[in-house]
């Protein structure tokens, strides 16, 4: 039966797609049919194949094998804009229900399924739905990535209490060094590891490709989730 995670940030811009490939490639390295989604991406560019998504095309890449783009990303919206608006200004609504049958298909096919969000926690899809309904209503377990910068601490303790408060299982974290001119990142990195209620599981550095970041993933704590998380997972509230 199919593992499956969620991939969560504390913002915009932090680095989800470079972790979440990062996280295909350790999964790949252990012999696992791994493979990314992304139920909804916005700024998509104008192809002859279609709509593209530069984070989707990432994931799909660093899968196990080749697969239709549509099937990674069934959602593909042109404005660079929160997706409730974007889904709008197409004339479309963004529904779970087809999002989950993708998914659904995706994880016949492979051993672990790595779904990155859109935006942050909270990101709104339409009127009354969240992307954390994603992670809420499939029963995924939650990874977290923190974006090195001023103003981390109070964004991944935020995070991370929606995340709990909502009823999802935050297992790992993963800190990404987009900034490399940050100050006192040790101490910061400190201060993660004390405060957040979850284990870190790896440092990426900056500018280092997911296939090589890969080996400095500690996945003990995701593959223990995994264990016990793969019987029952997704079956209740399922939409």
Not at 132 to 155: D, M
Request: with cysteine; glycine share 8%.
């Amino acid at each position: 039966m199919t593992a499956a995670l969620f991939v969560a940030g504390t913002d915009t811009g932090i680095g989800k797609t470079h972790a979440a490939c990062t996280l295909l490639h350790a999964l790949r390295a252990r012999g696992l049919r791994a493979c990314g989604m992304k139920p909804v991406a916005s700024g998509c560019a104008e192809t002859p194949q279609g709509l593209r998504n530069d984070d989707a095309l990432a994931l799909l890449a660093a899968g196990s094998a080749p697969l239709p783009y549509a099937r990674i990303n069934p959602v593909a919206l042109r404005e660079p804009w929160s997706p409730h608006l974007a889904a709008a200004h197409a004339g479309a609504t963004i529904a779970l229900a087809p999002l989950r049958a993708a998914f659904d298909a995706l994880c016949a096919e492979h051993d672990v399924l790595v779904v990155e969000g859109v935006g942050g926690w909270r990101v709104p899809l339409a009127p009354g739905l969240f992307a954390s309904a994603i992670a809420q209503q499939w029963n995924l377990p939650v990874v977290l990535v923190v974006g090195l910068r001023l103003g981390c601490l109070s964004h991944a303790l935020l995070s991370a209490e929606a995340i709990l408060a909502d009823g999802c299982r935050l297992v790992g974290w993963i800190a990404n060094r987009i900034d490399p001119a940050m100050q006192a990142v040790d101490e910061n990195l400190a201060s993660l590891r004390e405060l957040l209620p979850a284990p870190c599981l790896g440092v990426l550095p900056h500018d280092v490709p997911p296939a090589q970041a890969a080996a400095g993933l500690d996945l003990a704590a995701l593959m223990l989730e995994f264990a016990s998380d793969m019987p029952d997972r997704g079956h209740a509230g399922k939409t």
